[in-house]
C-alpha cells in the first residue's frame, strides 16, 4: 500500500510539473532561510560553553551611578581579584585579564603583530584550554614567562620545537615560552594568540600600587564553587565596598554585579567598555530568528493554499476511492505522504541552496558559519525533524479537509465550488501579504534611518581625513619629528596626535566642582590630544581658547582642560563661567583648570546621548596620529606616510581614513538592514510565487465562465478586473494588518537611536504600493492568458 501511495505521489508530481515546481522551490527557498538562522543561532548560543564548569564562571562588572544616570562598566579595578579571592569563600578562583596593549611580538628580524591577554597566574584555574606543552601551574608563574597558541607557536617557530624559547615583546621586553596551548575556539569572548604574565605590565603595576579602586582597565572573572548564591556574594560585594570605600559618599561608590560566561557574547551591549571582541547581540540573533520562521511559514502557507486550490481535481479521485471501500485514514495517510515527500524533495533542494548560499550569509553576519555534519551531531537529525515538521504542518488542513469529502456530493458534482469555501485560502493570503509588507516598511525604515546616520551633523570633519594607529613608544616619541617632516608636503595641511579618534572615546574617569568637594561625581568620557586636534577636526569653541604652543602654560601634561558644552551643562555653569575654573579629576593628577569649551561633539555612536567629556594635553605611548590631507594623489600621500613611519618603527604600518572608522560604530545596524532586506525579498517572493499558483487555479476554474463572458462581449480589461479584485482586495487587507505592527516594532528599534527619523505616512504607502504592484503583476499574467484565450476552445465540450 505504501508503495502505491508513493507511486501516485510521484504520478501526481509529474503530472503538475507547475505546481509541483512552485511548492518545491517555495518550500525550499523558507527552509534554506531557516536552516542557514537555525545555524547561526546554534553558533551565537555555542560561546564559552566549552569551558570546565562554565555555568559556575562569571565575569564581574560594575554599576557607577553619576549625573545622567547611571553606567555600566566591564572594567573594574585590578585590586578586585584579590579581594574576591580574599574575603569571599563562595569565591573558589578569581582572575584579572586585560587585552595587550601594543601587540608587538619579535624573534630576530621577524616582526608579528598578533592580539594576546596579559592575565594573573589564576588564569588557568578559572578558564579551561588544553596544553599541548608545558605545566599549566607553572606556566604564568615567572614574569617572563609567555604561553603560544599552537597556531602562533608554528608561525613563529615553524617546526622547531618553541619550549625554552625567548620572544621579544614590544621589540624591548624578553619572554621565555613555557607553555602551547590549543587554538582558541571561534566561540570564544575571549580571543587572543598569546598570554603574558600580568605583573610584567607597567600599566598593572602602576594600578596596584596607585589607587587600584580608582583605576578601571582590566577584566575580572570568577569561578564560583558549588551551590554559591549570586546574589548574596553580590549583596556581601556592597557591605565589602563600604566598609573598605569609607571616604567615599554612599552615592558614589560602584556597585558590583555578576554576568553569567554564557550571557557574555550576547548580552553585553549596555556595557561601556568591552574590548576583546565585537560580541553578539540576542535582539538580532531573536529577531533573524523569528524572521525565518516567518519565512519558512510563508513557504508553507503556499502549500496549503495550492493544495485547497487543487482539491477540485482530486475531488472526484477522493470520492472514487471512499467508493471503493478506502478508509478516511487512508486518504489522509495518502495525502500527508504527498506532503511529506514534497517537503524531503524540498529538504534536499534546501540544503543545496543553503550550501550555495552559506559564504555569502557567512560573510554578511561576520560569523565563520559551517555546516559540518560530522561535528555537529544535532545538524542532520534537525534538518530530517524539521522536514517532517514541515510536510505535516503543511499538508494537515488539505489531508484533514479531502478526507471528509462524502463520495455522494463529489460524484454528482454538488462539491464542485468547494474550493471557494475554504476561507483558510483567504486567510493565509492575507497573512502572506500582511508579513511582506511589514518587512517592506521595516526595509525602507532601517534604510531611511541609515542614511540618517551617515549625513548627521557630528559635530566634527570626518571627510579626508587619514589616521594610524600609534603602537610603538619610539613612534609616539619622535611624532614631532614626523609631523614637521609630513607638514611640508602640500597634500597634508594639518597633523594630530590622540588618545583615541573622536569616534570612539572609551575612556572614562569622575569629576567635580573644586570648590565644592562634596558635589555628586560626574562621571565623563576622556581623550588626550595634542595642539592641533581641534583644527584637523574642525571642532568649534564656545569659548574660551584651544590648546597653542604660543602659551608658555601650555605643556604636555600641564593641568588644563578642555571640556564639552554637556560638562559645562552638568556642572552648572555657562560656558563662559566655567573658563578660568577648577574642577577635580580621577585620573591621578588632582585638580585641572578649564581654559575652553568646546560644542559638543558626537564621541561615540548616535545610539548613544551625548555626555560629558574632557580633552586633556598630553601624548599617551599609545594612541593615533590623525592628518587632513587633499584628496588629490591619496596613494601617494598614504605612501609618504607609509615610509615616515617604517623609518622609525618595526610595527606594521596600519592606516584608516576616519570614515571607515566611523561606518563601523554602525556595522550592525547596517548588517541588520543587509540582512533584513534579504529576506524581505525572499518573503515577497514566496508569496508571490503562492499567489501565481493560486491565480493559476482559480483561473482554470472559471475558463468557461470567461468563454461565456467573452462571447457576451466582455472585453480584456473587464476580465483582468474580474479576476484581479479578489486578489488586490486580500492585499489591502493584508496592508491594513501589516501598517499597525510594522510601526509598533519599528518605533521599538528606533528607539535605540538618539537621533531618529520620523515614520512617515508615506513609508507605508510606498510599501502598500510596491507590495500591491507584486501582486498585480503576478495576478495578471494568469488574468491576460484567460482573457486571450479562445472561448471557442474553453465551451466546446460542453
Known amino acids: 500500500m505504501i508503495r502505491n501511495y508513493l507511486r501516485i505521489a510521484l504520478r501526481n508530481l509529474r503530472k503538475s510539473p507547475g505546481y509541483s515546481f512552485i511548492n518545491i522551490f517555495g518550500l525550499a527557498s523558507g527552509l534554506a532561510c531557516f536552516i542557514l538562522i537555525l545555524i547561526f543561532v546554534q553558533h551565537e548560543i555555542s560561546y564559552d560553553i566549552f569551558h570546565k564548569n562554565a555555568d559556575q564562571i562569571y565575569r564581574v562588572i560594575q554599576r557607577r551611578p553619576g549625573a545622567g544616570g547611571a553606567k555600566y562598566w566591564a572594567a573594574t579595578s585590578p585590586a578586585l581579584a584579590g579581594s574576591l579571592r580574599q574575603e569571599f569563600p563562595e569565591v573558589a578562583v578569581a582572575t584579572a585579564v586585560f587585552p595587550t596593549s601594543?601587540?608587538?611580538?619579535?624573534?630576530?628580524?621577524?616582526?608579528?603583530?598578533?592580539?594576546?591577554?596579559?592575565?594573573?597566574?589564576?588564569?588557568?584555574?578559572?578558564?579551561?584550554?588544553?596544553?599541548?606543552?608545558?605545566?599549566?601551574?607553572?606556566?604564568?608563574?615567572?614574569?617572563?614567562?609567555?604561553?603560544?597558541?599552537?597556531?602562533?607557536?608554528?608561525?613563529?617557530?615553524?617546526?622547531?620545537?618553541?619550549?625554552?624559547?625567548?620572544?621579544?615583546?614590544?621589540?624591548?621586553?624578553?619572554?621565555?615560552?613555557?607553555?602551547?596551548?590549543?587554538?582558541?575556539?571561534?566561540?570564544?569572548?575571549?580571543?587572543?594568540?598569546?598570554?603574558?604574565?600580568?605583573?610584567?605590565?607597567?600599566?598593572?603595576?602602576?594600578?596596584?600600587?596607585?589607587?587600584?579602586?580608582?583605576?578601571?582597565?582590566?577584566?575580572?572573572?570568577?569561578?564560583?564553587?558549588?551551590?554559591?548564591?549570586?546574589?548574596?556574594?553580590?549583596?556581601?560585594?556592597?557591605?565589602?565596598?563600604?566598609?573598605?570605600?569609607?571616604?567615599?559618599?554612599?552615592?558614589?561608590?560602584?556597585?558590583?554585579?555578576?554576568?553569567?560566561?554564557?550571557?557574555?557574547?550576547?548580552?553585553?551591549?549596555?556595557?561601556?567598555?568591552?574590548?576583546?571582541?565585537?560580541?553578539?547581540?540576542?535582539?538580532?540573533?531573536?529577531?533573524?530568528?523569528?524572521?525565518?520562521?516567518?519565512?519558512?511559514?510563508?513557504?508553507?502557507a503556499n502549500y496549503t493554499n495550492l493544495a485547497v486550490a487543487r482539491s477540485i481535481r482530486r475531488a472526484q479521485e477522493v470520492g472514487i476511492r471512499k467508493v471503493a471501500g478506502a478508509w478516511r485514514w487512508q486518504l489522509i495517510g495518502q495525502f500527508l505522504g504527498e506532503s511529506l515527500i514534497m517537503a524531503f524533495l524540498a529538504l534536499i533542494s534546501a540544503v543545496v541552496m543553503a550550501?550555495?548560499?552559506?559564504?555569502?550569509?557567512?560573510?554578511?553576519?561576520?560569523?565563520?558559519?559551517?555546516?559540518?555534519?560530522?561535528?555537529?551531531?544535532?545538524?542532520?537529525?534537525?534538518?530530517?525533524?524539521?522536514?517532517?515538521?514541515?510536510?505535516?504542518?503543511?499538508?494537515?488542513?488539505?489531508?484533514?479537509?479531502?478526507?471528509?469529502?462524502?463520495?455522494?456530493?463529489?460524484?454528482?458534482?454538488?462539491?464542485?465550488?468547494?474550493?471557494?469555501?475554504?476561507?483558510?485560502?483567504?486567510?493565509?493570503?492575507?497573512?502572506?501579504?500582511?508579513?511582506?509588507?511589514?518587512l517592506l516598511v521595516g526595509s525602507f525604515i532601517i534604510y531611511k534611518q541609515m542614511q540618517l546616520v551617515q549625513h548627521q551633523q557630528l559635530g566634527y570633519n570626518r571627510d579626508h581625513v587619514l589616521t594610524i594607529k600609534v603602537n610603538d613608544e619610539t613612534l609616539s616619541q619622535q611624532y614631532a619629528t614626523i609631523r614637521e617632516d609630513l607638514l611640508r608636503d602640500p597634500h597634508v595641511t594639518a597633523m594630530s596626535y590622540s588618545q583615541y579618534l573622536p569616534t570612539t572615546v572609551m575612556t572614562m574617569q569622575s569629576m567635580s566642582r573644586w570648590e565644592g568637594s562634596g558635589d555628586q561625581l560626574l562621571p565623563s568620557n576622556t581623550s588626550s590630544v595634542d595642539y592641533d586636534f581641534l583644527d584637523v577636526y574642525g571642532i568649534q569653541l564656545v569659548a574660551g581658547r584651544g590648546f597653542s604652543r604660543e602659551f608658555g602654560t601650555d605643556t604636555l601634561g600641564a593641568p588644563i582642560a578642555l571640556i564639552n558644552e554637556s560638562a559645562v551643562k552638568a556642572l552648572g555653569w555657562t560656558p563662559k563661567q566655567a573658563i578660568g575654573k577648577e574642577f577635580n579629576y580621577s585620573d591621578g593628577r588632582g585638580?585641572?583648570?578649564?581654559?575652553?569649551?568646546?560644542?559638543?561633539?558626537?564621541?561615540?555612536?548616535?545610539?548613544?546621548?551625548?555626555?560629558?567629556?574632557?580633552?586633556?594635553?598630553?601624548?599617551?605611548?599609545?594612541?593615533?596620529?590623525?592628518?587632513?590631507?587633499?584628496?588629490?594623489?591619496?596613494?601617494?600621500?598614504?605612501?609618504?606616510?607609509?615610509?615616515?613611519?617604517?623609518?622609525?618603527?618595526?610595527?606594521?604600518?596600519?592606516?584608516?581614513?576616519?570614515?571607515?572608522?566611523?561606518?563601523?560604530?554602525?556595522?550592525?545596524?547596517?548588517?541588520?538592514?543587509?540582512?533584513?532586506?534579504?529576506?524581505?525579498?525572499?518573503?515577497?517572493?514566496?508569496?508571490?510565487?503562492?499567489?501565481?499558483g493560486l491565480a493559476a487555479y482559480s483561473t482554470q476554474q472559471r475558463m468557461k465562465e470567461i468563454g461565456i463572458r467573452k462571447v457576451l462581449g466582455a472585453s480584456v480589461p473587464g476580465i483582468i478586473r474580474l479576476l484581479?479584485?479578489?486578489?488586490?482586495?486580500?492585499?489591502?487587507?493584508?496592508?491594513?494588518?501589516?501598517?499597525?505592527?510594522?510601526?509598533?516594532?519599528?518605533?521599538?528599534?528606533?528607539?535605540?537611536?538618539?537621533?531618529?527619523?520620523?515614520?512617515?505616512?508615506?513609508?507605508?504607502?510606498?510599501?502598500?504600493?510596491?507590495?500591491?504592484?507584486?501582486?498585480?503583476l503576478t495576478v495578471i499574467f494568469q488574468s491576460l492568458k484567460a482573457a486571450w484565450m479562445n472561448p471557442v476552445k474553453t465551451l466546446k465540450t460542453e
Not at 160 to 182: A, D, F, L, R
Not at 357 to 376: A, G, H, K
Not at 592 to 601: A, M, P, Q, Y
Not at 653 to 668: P, Q, R, T
Open 102 to 300: 601594543n601587540p608587538l611580538l619579535s624573534l630576530g628580524e621577524k616582526h608579528f603583530t598578533e592580539e594576546g591577554i596579559l592575565a594573573d597566574n589564576h588564569f588557568f584555574d578559572v578558564f579551561t584550554y588544553s596544553f599541548l606543552q608545558g605545566n599549566v601551574g607553572k606556566a604564568l608563574k615567572d614574569p617572563n614567562s609567555m604561553v603560544l597558541t599552537a597556531s602562533l607557536a608554528h608561525k613563529i617557530f615553524g617546526n622547531k620545537n618553541p619550549m625554552g624559547q625567548t620572544v621579544m615583546y614590544q621589540n624591548k621586553y624578553p619572554h621565555i615560552v613555557t607553555g602551547v596551548i590549543e587554538d582558541v575556539p571561534e566561540t570564544s569572548h575571549l580571543s587572543f594568540s598569546y598570554i603574558l604574565p600580568a605583573v610584567s605590565d607597567q600599566y598593572y603595576q602602576d594600578c596596584i600600587s596607585r589607587e587600584p579602586w580608582y583605576n578601571n582597565g582590566l577584566y575580572t572573572y570568577v569561578a564560583l564553587a558549588k551551590g554559591a548564591n549570586v546574589q548574596q556574594i553580590e549583596k556581601g560585594m556592597r557591605k565589602y565596598i563600604d566598609r573598605n570605600l569609607a571616604d567615599w559618599r554612599p552615592e558614589d561608590r560602584m556597585t558590583f554585579l555578576f554576568q553569567p560566561l554564557k550571557d557574555i557574547h550576547l548580552k553585553s551591549q549596555h556595557l561601556q567598555t568591552f574590548t576583546f571582541e565585537k560580541s553578539g547581540n540576542y535582539k538580532f540573533m531573536y529577531l533573524f530568528l523569528a524572521i525565518g520562521f516567518i519565512v519558512l511559514m510563508l513557504a508553507c
Open 355 to 438: 550550501h550555495l548560499i552559506l559564504p555569502s550569509f557567512s560573510r554578511l553576519v561576520e560569523r565563520p558559519i559551517r555546516m559540518e555534519y560530522l561535528t555537529n551531531p544535532t545538524l542532520l537529525p534537525g534538518l530530517l525533524l524539521l522536514a517532517l515538521l514541515v510536510g505535516l504542518i503543511s499538508g494537515s488542513y488539505p489531508a484533514f479537509i479531502m478526507s471528509r469529502l462524502k463520495p455522494v456530493q463529489v460524484l454528482k458534482g454538488t462539491q464542485t465550488k468547494l474550493a471557494n469555501r475554504f476561507t483558510l485560502q483567504r486567510i493565509l493570503t492575507v497573512g502572506q501579504y500582511a508579513v511582506s509588507i511589514a
Open 591 to 692: 585638580k585641572r583648570s578649564i581654559v575652553g569649551v568646546v560644542k559638543d561633539f558626537h564621541f561615540n555612536s548616535i545610539h548613544q546621548s551625548l555626555g560629558p567629556l574632557v580633552l586633556t594635553l598630553n601624548r599617551e605611548s599609545g594612541g593615533y596620529i590623525s592628518a587632513k590631507v587633499r584628496p588629490e594623489d591619496l596613494a601617494g600621500t598614504i605612501a609618504r606616510f607609509e615610509d615616515a613611519v617604517k623609518r622609525i618603527s618595526p610595527y606594521p604600518f596600519e592606516y584608516e581614513f576616519l570614515d571607515d572608522n566611523f561606518n563601523k560604530l554602525y556595522k550592525n545596524d547596517l548588517r541588520l538592514g543587509e540582512i533584513f532586506t534579504s529576506f524581505t525579498l525572499l518573503a515577497v517572493l514566496i508569496a508571490s510565487l503562492g499567489l501565481f
Open 724 to 776: 484581479s479584485k479578489d486578489y488586490l482586495k486580500l492585499v489591502l487587507i493584508g496592508f491594513v494588518i501589516a501598517a499597525p505592527l510594522a510601526w509598533y516594532v519599528m518605533n521599538r528599534w528606533l528607539e535605540d537611536f538618539v537621533y531618529r527619523i520620523d515614520m512617515s505616512w508615506w513609508i507605508f504607502a510606498l510599501a502598500g504600493a510596491f507590495a500591491l504592484m507584486i501582486a498585480l
